[in-house]
Structure formats: structure tokens, C-alpha cells
């Protein structure tokens, strides 16, 4: 019997793991808007609070970690991690040169520009 609960755990543990896999695309999409949000010298409102623009990217990036199973496009990275508290619900807010807006259509107008830029090889 605990020899079948441990090939359990171990296909369960691997199956999760598999999950959690994103596109090495993706991954590199993501990693660079973290950069992007850490060197934006913008500020950051997530449930009432201020946050500098490198905390928001560690905040961002360890709801990445956490929440990588949730996401398979960079797309899914911003709607379901990077726009809204995961415990309130409420909208992140980015404040760039006095003018506030949501963190979500934000960080898609950057990734929109991030792929129209060409990549060196």
C-alpha cells in the first residue's frame, strides 16, 4: 500500500509540474515585461497601497511562479495574474507621469509594442 501511495504522489507530482510548463516563447515574453514594469519608473496601486515599479515586478513575478499553471499566453499572464488582486479582486493600478490607469490594458499596449519590435536573433 505505500508503495502505491508513493507512485501516486510521484505521477502526481510530475503531472502538476507538467502543467505548470509555459512556452519558453511565452516565458521570455513574460520575463520581459517583469523588466519592462521594474525599469518603468512607474508607480503601483494594488488594494490601496503605493508600490514602486521594481516592487510591483517582484510582486508580479511571484504571482508568476505561483500561478504558472493558470497561464499558457502572456495574454492569460496579464488578464489573470498581472490586472486584479487574487485576493480582493480589485484592479492594479499603474500611475506613469501623474495619470493613472488600470495595470491590464497597460501591460497589453506594452506587449503589443514589445512584439512589433524585431528581435535580434
Avoid at 497601497?49 to 521594481?54: E, I, L, M, N, V
Avoid at 510582486?59 to 485576493?87: C, M, N, P
Wanted: glycine share 6%.
Amino acid at each position: 500500500m505505500i508503495k502505491v501511495m508513493r507512485v501516486f504522489a510521484m505521477v502526481a507530482l510530475l503531472m502538476s509540474t507538467a502543467a505548470r510548463a509555459v512556452e519558453p516563447t511565452v516565458d521570455s515574453e513574460i520575463e520581459q515585461l517583469l523588466a519592462w514594469v521594474a525599469a518603468s519608473g512607474c508607480g503601483f496601486e494594488r488594494n490601496g497601497d503605493r508600490y514602486t515599479s521594481k516592487e510591483a515586478a517582484d510582486h508580479l513575478s511571484l504571482k508568476y511562479r505561483r500561478g504558472a499553471r493558470y497561464v499558457s499566453t502572456t495574454e492569460d499572464f496579464i488578464d489573470r495574474l498581472a490586472s486584479q488582486s487574487s485576493w480582493t479582486g480589485k484592479p492594479y493600478h499603474v500611475i506613469c507621469d501623474g495619470i493613472e490607469m488600470q495595470s491590464g490594458p497597460w501591460l497589453h499596449r506594452h506587449l503589443a509594442a514589445l512584439r512589433a519590435t524585431p528581435q535580434s536573433p
